[in-house]
């Protein structure tokens, strides 16, 4: 069997001020249908801001390790090349990153009333919220580049 690497040079990434190691592409949204469908780059051996996931994601690991994380900053679950998941909405917070390279995953976020994800401090404190608006702005903001 022949490995293949995936090349992501033609991607647009995009990047959230103050969102360190993590990377964006909004691929598609179907805002009728309430489905969001973005890559999200992770950097490798990093973590990103501590959120949690307030609607269905569905996520397929098209490179690398997708790494999650307890809020404490333990490891909790590797899901390598291939992997797919559907994550109901949880209250649970986690963070997110790459293994040893950069993890590309797809995410399909679906049903997207009120607010998807909640960002977090370190205290469990909510700082910030995304909305299907914030994403529909990023989208627009995207596709001017």
């Not at 647009?12 to 990377?23: A, D, K, P, R, S």
């Not at 390598?80 to 040893?100: M, V």
Request: proline letters at 3%; charged letters at 25%; aromatic letters at 8%.
């Amino acid at each position: 069997m022949t490995n293949h690497c995936f090349d992501d040079s033609l991607i647009q990434w995009q990047v959230l001020e103050g969102f360190e190691h993590l990377q964006y592409s909004i691929l598609d949204i179907d805002e009728p249908g309430k489905i969001i469908d973005a890559l999200f780059k992770f950097s490798a051996r990093q973590q990103i801001v501590l959120h949690r996931h307030k609607v269905l994601n569905i996520t397929f690991v098209v490179q690398g390790e997708h790494r999650l994380y307890h809020a404490d900053g333990n490891l909790m679950e590797i899901r390598a090349t291939g992997s797919y998941t559907i994550s109901p909405p949880s209250d649970e917070p986690h963070r997110e990153g790459g293994g040893e390279c950069d993890v590309i995953v797809l995410f399909s976020i679906r049903g997207a009333d009120g607010v998807l994800y909640e960002i977090l401090d370190n205290e469990l404190n909510v700082v910030a919220e995304l909305s299907m608006p914030d994403f529909l702005d990023l989208h627009q903001k995207q596709k001017q580049f």
